[in-house]
């Protein structure tokens, strides 16, 4: 069974960084497309940026860009969120997803998800 675990997350201060890592299992995800989303308290879950399957094309969010990189290392299934420069509205549990085709910035476009990584900046 397909199988995506996100870690890495947890409590900040504002100006910090965090590295989020997520594992996939049970498939290889190496043709896939891996993006991360977030959801902030009484918010819709948004998305934060991809990774095309070989690593050579990223998009992110306006509000992260600059700030977060997203890599991938295949052979270990695992792709990261490098945050740095967090901010209190970087504030949602994170999550990652893996999408068969394209960069996609939709979430109906990716079949897999992990459970969420908390992620709290202090001001």
């Known amino acids: 069974q397909a199988q995506l675990v996100e870690s890495g997350g947890g409590l900040v201060q504002a100006g910090g960084s965090l590295r989020l890592s997520c594992v996939a299992s049970?498939?290889?995800?190496?043709?896939?497309?891996m993006g991360w989303f977030r959801q902030a308290p009484g918010k819709e879950r948004e998305f934060v940026g991809a990774?095309?399957?070989?690593?050579?094309?990223?998009k992110y969010a306006d509000s992260v860009k600059g700030r977060f990189t997203i890599s991938r290392e295949n052979a270990k299934n695992t792709v990261y969120l490098q945050m740095n420069s967090l901010k209190p509205e970087d504030t949602a549990v994170y999550f990652c997803?893996?999408?068969?085709?394209?960069?996609?910035?939709?979430?109906?476009?990716?079949?897999?998800w992990g459970q969420g990584t908390q992620v709290t900046v202090s001001s």
């Open positions: 997803a893996a999408a068969p085709q394209g960069l996609p910035v939709v979430q109906d476009r990716y079949d897999y």
């Open positions: 049970g498939r290889t995800f190496g043709t896939y497309a």
């Open positions: 990774i095309s399957w070989i690593g050579s094309y990223t």
